[in-house]
């Protein structure tokens, strides 16, 4: 069964960058959208920013400018630069990839924390 690891997450201040990342393991062939979603405490999880198999990329307004989107088809796997960070970008972040056998699959989560 497929599963999605991620990587990256932390803290840092307020216009700090981090690089957050999500491999899918064992590698899959099959996939289509790779993506991210965030949650903030007390919050409902908010789509964030994906990329098609076409590399056409979708950003959410919040974070448009300040993140890119990349991933890498050999290993499966899904790339966000988030630079210019801000406080309210504090969250959660979930990767998710479509699978065409298994449907959507979702990573567990890395902590995203920036400081004011």
């Known amino acids: 069964q497929v599963q999605l690891v991620e990587s990256g997450g932390g803290l840092v201040q307020a216009g700090g960058s981090l690089r957050i990342s999500c491999a899918a393991s064992?590698?899959?062939?099959?996939?289509?959208?790779m993506g991210w979603y965030r949650q903030a405490p007390g919050k409902q999880r908010e789509w964030v920013v994906f990329i098609t198999k076409e590399d056409s990329t979708h950003y959410a307004d919040s974070v448009k400018g300040r993140f890119t989107i990349s991933r890498d088809n050999g290993k499966n796997t899904v790339y966000v630069q988030m630079n210019s960070l801000k406080p309210e970008d504090t969250g959660v972040y979930y990767c998710?990839?479509?699978?065409?056998?298994?449907?959507?699959?979702w990573g567990q989560g890395t902590q995203v924390t920036v400081s004011s």
């Open positions: 998710f990839m479509d699978t065409y056998a298994n449907g959507r699959r």
């Open positions: 064992p590698t899959y062939s099959s996939i289509s959208t």
